[in-house]
């Protein structure tokens, strides 16, 4: 019998929590991290891989992706292994689907889900009532999820339903995410500090916040003070950012309009119609990006093929450059008066849709002096991994979990990836299958009957409660 599982030799190891960065070796037995020593003896393991100087950080946690039947699932844990993630937060469900893709095409992975709320999907109108909300809340945390997601940008409720909803979701104590905008505004600087105000001191996670700050209001640096002033002024909210310039909604149309008034909004900043008409033009000329899959992941596509994929499926995703550069470096780095992150995580609304972007983009901030390597490790692991109440992951210290990301800093680009202590990717092969499902007690066996492992949190750990308590 060995002492140990696994030793990853000679890495460059970098925790936040214990403000440590050195040349180290750590052990592994049983899906926990054993020990971490300047040299652990190679006969002690099982298994030894020499990692010649290459950055280990705690696993990377991605609070916003998509991995649904609608968002790219089935190629989205592929694309989240290979980019260095090992836990992420699936942004709108339908929960049913993302635990099935999760099951059927898993890559070891640690996935939370939340379900969508939608008049004519998932709520009967624009306006549900307290009711309808308490048994959606209900019934969706049975089903596994963490909660819901209030998809106002896209698909707005009334103000009125979405206090309510917000309201409602602190009583059930189930998690509650927000994309900011409702009837009466939208997915701008003004939805954003509606969200605020209609959050009225209750657990929120507001969604990716440089998403509103593209300066249709004011000019988007204007926007943002008036977004950090906000965020600090409301501990309440807990937030994320992301980096890459691309965004991410439906291309549907139906009778001859874009479905979603996101899609709308970014045709008319192309200078296109909002119609069906103007996307065509836009996919043709390349300012709308078609998502489609190739050899397994979602890549973007335009001219002529992407008009053509977008024919043929209708309901597929597209990315338009609509994210300003300095709202996105602004946020990732500001600060309040106590030296903490006004938005405490770096995610990447990536997931299924192609903008996995945190090691390299988060890494040109590291090497632009903008963030520590520390902060990028807090920013990227240990504060995401408080949002989703998993005070097991995010610190690579003896007795937490053996959750890994192995970085070529050179290169920008994850070599391997660890889930409890098992590989899930290494050197862009994808060693791992199944998935842990994030989830409360409630739904624990419902995660069972799917096939699935319950990874289960409490929803009063998570930092989305603790912040407005
Ligand atoms: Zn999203």
């Known amino acids: ?44 393991a099982h298994d030894v891989l020499d990692l010649e100087g290459q950055l280990v950080v705690p696993g990377s946690v991605d609070p916003h992706v998509h991995l649904s039947t609608w968002l790219g699932g089935r190629t989205g844990h592929r694309m989240l292994a290979r980019a260095g993630v090992t836990t992420a937060l699936d942004m709108s469900g339908p929960g049913e689907g993302v635990m099935d893709i999760a099951r059927d095409y898993g890559v070891g992975l640690n996935i939370a889900t939340i379900e969508f709320v939608r008049p004519g999907y998932t709520v009967g109108s624009e306006n549900p009532d307290a009711q309808e909300l308490t048994q959606l809340i209900q019934k969706v945390l049975k089903h596994g999820s963490l909660g819901i997601k209030l998809l106002g940008g ?44 209609l959050s009225k001191g209750n657990p ?84 709308a990006m ?14 002529e093929e992407g008009v053509k994929e977008w024919r043929e499926k209708g309901d597929v995703g597209v990315s338009f450059v609509v994210n300003p550069a300095e709202p996105r470096y602004c946020l990732a780095t500001a600060k309040d008066e106590n030296n903490n992150f006004v938005v405490g995580s770096i995610s990447t609304d990536g997931g299924g849709i192609p903008r996995n972007v945190i090691i390299p983009m988060g890494l040109n901030l590291v090497e632009m002096q903008a963030l520590t390597i520390q902060e990028f490790v807090q920013k990227t692991s240990y504060n995401p991994a408080r949002m989703l109440g998993l ?29 409890q202590g098992k590989l899930s990717m290494y050197k862009g092969y994808i060693c791992g299958s199944g998935t842990n499902i994030i989830t409360t007690a409630l739904g624990a066996d419902y995660v069972r009957s799917k096939g699935l492992n319950p990874l289960i949190v409490n929803y009063t750990d998570t930092t989305v409660y603790k912040n407005a308590h």
């Open 204 to 287: 929120l996670h507001l969604a990716h916040i440089n998403a509103y700050l593209r300066g249709t209001v004011k000019p988007c640096l204007e926007e943002v003070n008036i977004a950090i002033q906000a965020l600090k002024a409301h501990p309440n909210i807990t937030s994320e950012a992301y980096l890459s310039p691309l965004n991410g909604t439906s291309a549907l149309c139906e009778k001859g309009l874009p479905a979603s008034m996101v899609t709308r909004r970014c045709l008319i900043t192309g200078g296109y119609e909002a119609t069906e008409a103007g996307m065509e033009k836009a996919i043709l000329s390349g300012w």
């Open 290 to 303: 078609v998502q489609m899959e190739k050899a397994g992941e979602m890549v973007l596509t335009f001219g």
């Open 1 to 44: 019998m060995c002492k140990y599982d696994f030793i990853l030799k000679n890495g460059f190891v970098v925790d936040y929590k214990n403000a440590f960065a050195k040349y180290s070796d750590i052990a592994i037995k049983d899906g926990k991290i054993a020990e971490i020593a300047l040299e652990i003896s190679s006969q002690t």
């Open 391 to 419: 005070e097991n992951k995010g610190v690579l210290e003896t007795g937490y979990d053996a959750d890994i990301t192995v970085i070529n800093r050179q290169l920008r680009e994850a070599v391997l990836t660890m889930v």
């Open 154 to 197: 896209h698909y707005p409720l009334t103000p009125e339903a979405t206090q309510l909803a917000i309201e409602i979701a602190a009583k059930e104590e189930a998690y509650v995410a927000f994309h900011a905008g409702t009837k009466a505004t939208g997915s701008n600087l003004n939805g954003f500090l509606e969200a605020i105000e």
